[in-house]
């Protein structure tokens, strides 16, 4: 077997994308060292993968990858940013995975378009076959990502959404609404404005509405969610297990919705500026709803609800 350093995109629905590619990898006898964030490790404690955080410069990194147990022979897979890729320690690493090859011109407004990398947009990518594509070069085959994400939720995982629940007296069926988006698209508001109206709507209904809000997230969530039950933050293992309990998760192009579509949740993912092509929840079991060039009527998102908890 050989030892595979995998540096994981910045951010966590990027991170949930490249699960298809990271199973790849390890089904062809890669043992995998992933270096990223300091979510990294509950997002992936379900796999016997090592999980190094990334802290520091170039320099300090590749000192705590060479100290990491068992890897001699460490090589870096370029399966995130390629800034990161042309950055890496040439003293050091093997050649990274080169990127697919993409059209000469970037139509996704690539903030780099002179890069000889390209984004995923230029070729009209999704990022989960722009990773899954990544790994099957590595691995020197052609092969497509699987119809649905695989992301495994840990037991204990699992046992600490039942704790949280049963503590906030949630013992029945449940919808779960994640109504924050952090940060502006091209400076636009990436965050859909129906969640309060559809949480009380919902709680109306006779639905249990609960939301587990980010840390520094719980007092914008409870101005906007004013009926539902508000979980306390917790880490992101326990929060993948909350969504993959849940009736239904309505989330903005987001992490959260990410994360739900990644271990299996009916999903409603709501779309306003984000680009679907590119960027959409992947999996037969999400809806969308919305565009980049605007956000859905509250009528259209209530009724897509309606339709969803129905076939549930």
């Known amino acids: 077997m050989s030892h595979l350093f995998v540096r994981l995109p910045n951010h966590l629905g990027d991170a949930c994308m490249s699960a298809p590619a990271l199973d790849l990898l390890a089904a062809n006898g890669f043992v995998l060292t992933l270096v990223g964030r300091a979510w990294a490790p509950d997002l992936f404690a379900a796999y016997p993968w090592h999980t190094l955080l990334l802290k520091g410069n170039w320099h300090e990194r590749a000192r705590t990858l060479a100290r990491c147990p068992g890897c001699d022979d460490g090589r870096y897979a370029g399966t995130a940013a390629h800034q990161l890729v042309r950055q890496r320690p040439r003293f050091f690493f ?60 840990s037991d204990a995982s699992r046992q600490r959404a039942h704790a949280l629940l049963d503590a906030a007296g949630v013992r029945s069926a449940y919808v779960m609404l ?36 980010g840390p520094g997230e719980q007092a914008s969530v409870a101005a906007v969610l004013k009926a539902a039950v508000l979980l306390p933050a917790t880490d992101v293992g326990t929060f993948a297990a909350l969504l993959s309990m849940s009736e239904l998760v309505v989330a903005n192009d987001s992490g959260p919705g990410h994360v739900a579509a990644a271990v299996g949740a009916r999903l409603v993912s709501v779309f ?9 929840p992947w999996g037969s079991q999400v809806t969308l709803v919305g565009s980049e060039r605007g956000w859905p009527g509250y009528d259209e998102v209530a009724s897509t609800v309606a339709g969803a908890l129905g076939a549930a």
């Not at 002179?114 to 790994?135: D, F, I, N, Q």
């Not at 636009?188 to 939301?211: M, P, S, Y």
């Open 94 to 153: 093997s050649p990274a995975a080169p990127p697919p090859v993409m059209r000469p011109t970037c139509a996704a407004g690539c903030s780099n378009p002179h890069s000889k990398y390209r984004c995923a947009g230029a070729a009209g990518m999704h990022m989960v076959e722009y990773y899954y594509t990544l790994a099957a070069k590595l691995i020197g085959i052609r092969a497509q990502p699987p119809a649905r994400l695989d992301l495994k939720v």
């Open 178 to 213: 994640c109504p924050v988006a952090v940060g502006l698209h091209r400076g636009r508001i990436k965050a859909w404005d129906g969640f309060g109206r559809l949480c009380d709507e919902l709680q109306a209904q006779g639905r249990t509405v609960v939301a587990c809000p």
């Open 272 to 280: 306003g500026v984000t680009e679907p092509t590119r960027t959409r």
